[in-house]
């Protein structure tokens, strides 16, 4: 009864905490433009008069910061041209050559600020890592973003498209709150098929294990593990370049599909 009890009160406190990302900064709050050593030496500020100010604080050698931080630079990638401001704050107490190391990994290029003695950490009130933070032009908080495995970078891009007047807020809700999807048999028999076609490339058997990820692609062709396999596959058969494509394909789908990056990264590119 006691250990249920804990049980209770522990997983009360996680949700209790989750909605409050920034324990000291609420959803309409202005936030301290506060100036930051930046990773190469150089004064930063933390907020500009962009539209969107997205800030994000990470971890190096934590994985699902480095998921996020993958998800990120595709989104900086997408939105270069509109105005949006990203930064990345971490705290001084990792070395700076591991956080060289996560940049470079995750491929972002927005600027890292050094948080010294973790002030800004304790200024907002941040609890848990990653988390993601999103101001408008007059430095109010619109939206915080804790990583998920589901729908994170589409949430995360259409609360910025919505800052940008891209889109609606029928539109913003309908991403936040998607209808719950109704199972196919399509879906079904994808799933069956990568199922068949992993355990057949287990036993080296490629040509028959490619039949079955075509056919799972067929019936469902927004899986990434699927293109993933895919491109294992090509790999074993000595086929790079068909190889690299099927992991780009993947990635298009999921930029932290950890067997697509492994992949693409062993074949060269």
């Known amino acids: 009864?006691?250990?249920?009890?804990?049980?209770?009160?522990?997983?009360?406190?996680?949700?209790?905490?989750?909605?409050?990302?920034?324990?000291r900064a609420p959803i309409g709050g202005v936030i301290e433009n506060v100036e930051l050593t930046a990773l190469d030496g150089s004064k930063c500020p933390l907020l500009s008069n962009a539209?969107?100010?997205?800030?994000?604080?990470?971890?190096?050698g934590q994985e699902h910061s480095r998921t996020t931080m993958i998800h990120l630079a595709t989104c900086e990638k997408e939105m270069a041209a509109q105005s949006v401001r990203w930064v990345a704050i971490v705290s001084d107490r990792f070395p700076k050559a591991e956080v060289e190391a996560a940049v470079k990994e995750t491929g972002i290029a927005m600027p890292v600020l050094i948080d010294a003695g973790d002030a800004l950490y304790g200024k907002l009130g941040v609890v848990l890592s990653p988390v993601l933070g999103i101001a408008d032009q007059d430095h109010?908080?619109?939206?915080?973003?804790?990583?998920?495995?589901?729908?994170?970078?589409?949430?995360v891009r259409a609360r910025i498209r919505f800052l940008l007047k891209e889109i609606n807020g029928p539109e913003l809700e309908r991403v936040l709150n998607p209808p719950a999807a109704t199972p196919s048999v399509d879906a079904d028999v994808a799933r069956r098929r990568l199922k068949l076609g992993e355990r057949l490339f287990q036993t080296k058997s490629y040509d028959k294990a490619l039949e079955n990820v075509n056919k799972s692609i067929?019936?469902?062709?927004?899986?990434?593990?699927?293109?993933?396999?895919?491109?294992?596959?090509?790999a074993a058969q000595g086929n790079k370049d068909a190889a690299r494509g099927a992991f780009a394909e993947a990635l298009k789908l999921d930029p932290a599909n950890a067997s697509a990056l492994e992949g693409m990264k062993a074949s060269g590119k």
């Open 140 to 155: 109010k908080l619109v939206a915080y973003e804790y990583f998920t495995k589901v729908n994170f970078t589409e949430v």
């Open 1 to 23: 009864m006691k250990a249920s009890f804990s049980l209770l009160v522990a997983g009360s406190l996680l949700c209790v905490t989750a909605a409050w990302a920034f324990a």
């Open 51 to 60: 539209t969107a100010n997205v800030f994000v604080f990470f971890k190096p």
């Open 218 to 234: 067929e019936k469902d062709a927004t899986v990434a593990d699927a293109y993933a396999l895919k491109g294992q596959i090509f």
